[in-house]
Nanobody
Framework: EVQLVESGGGLVQPGGSLRLSCAVSGFIFSSYSMSWVRQAPGKGLEWVSGINGGGNGRDYADSVRGRFTISRDNAKNTVYLQMNSLKSDDTAHYYC????????????RGQGTQVTVSS
């Protein structure tokens, strides 16, 4: 059974940081690119960042480039999203998903974790 379990969300003030984690099981993790996507209130799903299976290729949406960093630990079957300099516009439900910027829509996705940026 494929499982993706996100954690690390919460309430943070503007300018603050959070680190999201996504623990994966049920497939060969290192063979899959992984992405983080988000859904803000009243909006559709937005791709945020992706990383290839080996961890040496990454990409980011323009809205988060320079503030967010994606990484993975294939020994722990976990993908991370370090989020710095958070803004109110980053408030969303964050999901990890299999796939990259053009393929995540057809892959697996977890239940997500809520990130709220507010003073």
């Amino acid at each position: 059974e494929v499982q993706l379990v996100e954690s690390g969300g919460g309430l943070v003030q503007p300018g603050g940081s959070l680190r999201l984690s996504c623990a994966v099981s049920g497939f060969i993790f290192s063979s899959y690119s992984m992405s983080w996507v988000r859904q803000a209130p009243g909006k559709g799903l937005e791709w945020v960042s992706g990383i290839n299976g080996g961890g040496n290729g990454r990409d980011y949406a323009d809205s988060v480039r320079g503030r967010f960093t994606i990484s993975r630990d294939n020994a722990k079957n976990t993908v991370y999203l370090q989020m710095n300099s958070l803004k109110s516009d980053d408030t969303a439900h964050y999901y990890c998903a299999t796939g990259y910027s053009g393929t995540w829509q057809n892959g697996y996705r977890g239940q997500g974790t809520q990130v709220t940026v507010s003073s």
